[in-house]
């Protein structure tokens, strides 16, 4: 099989060992950007705009703190990142009614409302609602996410691509240890998004046998750890348990940083 540039990236995620080659795939991603984001992201101003608005989730605020490198670009983030909110949550607070450039004395915010507004739900109600629904967006939002959503995306599309054209990539997909459960529902519905109506049946089959053959296979692994705590089978071999619970946690929700 001829590999493609494009290609290069799944073909190096299946070829290794491991309880989800998507997971390989996201890992690999996520670190790429959290070094763009300390990095060459600084001198992009259209990067810039862009964290200001939505500033990251609290893993990659996490993982970009935990890095230790560039605390500098990082806190130059963070600054224009609040300044941003900042600016905003005053518009809102002052300004979302007309009322002025924020010198408003807020018990006459509420009053100005309430001679606006009518109906059941109160002014202060709505007033609230309003700045709950702006920060659960916020919460949602993620520089490095939203970059991860779309690449994962084209990702997936190449796995349907080599699954329904390279048999010989068929037949490495065929030979995984199965996926995360995450990443098992991500290739399900990828099955009626990319394939047509002969091909699905057979990827669907496949795939739940290979992923309900290897959960099984894992809960025994997991099952034969917490018997080795057992004295009676102290000398016995571990087999493939000794990181049992690791890879069993991977399974179960993605790829996750443990200690």
């Not at 669907?204 to 959960?215: A, H, S, Y």
């Amino acid at each position: 099989m001829k590999e493609q540039i494009y290609t290069i990236p799944v073909m190096d995620a299946f070829k290794e060992e491991s309880e989800c080659p998507i997971c390989l795939l996201e890992k690999k991603l996520e670190d790429q950007y959290v070094d763009y984001v300390l990095g060459p992201s600084l001198m992009e101003p259209d990067c810039r705009i862009e964290t200001n608005d939505k500033g990251f989730c609290r893993r990659h605020f996490e993982l970009l703190f935990n890095k230790q490198e560039n605390r500098l670009g990082l806190g130059l983030i963070i600054d224009t990142h609040l300044n941003e909110q900042n600016k905003k949550l005053r518009q809102k607070y002052y300004g979302a009614w007309g009322q002025g450039d924020g010198n408003l004395n807020p018990s006459s915010l509420i009053k100005s409302i309430q001679s606006k507004l009518s109906g059941k739900k109160s002014a202060g109600d709505i007033y609230t609602d309003s700045l709950v629904q702006y920060l659960t967006d916020l919460e949602n939002k993620c520089f490095i996410c939203d970059k991860m959503n779309y690449t994962m995306e084209r990702y997936i599309d190449v796995v349907f691509y080599l699954w329904l054209k390279e048999n010989e990539f068929r037949d490495l997909f065929n030979s995984k240890k199965g996926f995360c459960l995450k990443h098992f529902r991500t290739l399900l519905e990828g099955a009626k998004k990319y394939l047509d109506s002969k091909h699905v049946p057979e990827f669907v089959n496949n795939l739940v046998k290979i992923e309900l053959e290897n959960l099984e296979r894992i809960q025994k692994e997991v099952h034969w750890f917490t018997e080795k705590f057992d004295y009676r089978n102290a000398d016995a071999p571990w087999g493939n348990s000794k990181d049992a619970v690791p890879r069993s946690i991977q399974k179960l929700v993605g790829y996750c940083n443990l200690k």
